[in-house]
Nanobody, 125 residues
Framework: QVQLTESGGGLVQTGGSLRLSCATF????????MGWFRQAPGKERTFVAA???????MYADSVKGRFTISRDNVERKVYLQMNSLKPEDTAVYYC???????????????????WGPGTQVTVSS
């Protein structure tokens, strides 16, 4: 059983930056893929970014060039640096854990076995 806890969310103006963190507890996550998803009110949970144990990354087109995902395998944490934030980035952000390799399935929420409770990100216009 793996437990995850997100932090770092908040209120920021358009063009601002935030850094989200996700700490993991229990289980063995070093070989897992760590992913970030987001969910706006009334909408489905959607893929944002993922990072493999090797450091290989994958991003949604909407965040490429603005967001950077990274992980610290020793500290068992994954980070999401978000720059040039836009109002449409407003959502609850969740981190999750999945297995396998980075591929199209990595972008699907049901591929993830464990999730954190989420952290709210609000970007004001």
């Amino acid at each position: 059983q793996v437990q995850l806890t997100e932090s770092g969310g908040g209120l920021v103006q358009t063009g601002g930056s935030l850094r989200l963190s996700c700490a993991t507890f229990g289980g063995t996550v070093s070989s897992y893929i760590m992913g970030w998803f987001r969910q706006a009110p009334g909408k489905e949970r959607t893929f944002v970014a993922a990072v493999a144990y090797s450091g290989d990354t994958m991003y949604a087109d909407s965040v490429k060039g603005r967001f950077t995902i990274s992980r610290d395998n020793v500290e068992r944490k994954v980070y999401l640096q978000m720059n040039s934030l836009k109002p449409e980035d407003t959502a609850v952000y969740y981190c999750g854990v999945t297995t396998g390799r980075l591929n199209i399935a990595t972008k699907i929420p049901r591929a993830y076995s464990f999730w954190g409770p989420g952290t709210q990100v609000t970007v004001s216009s």
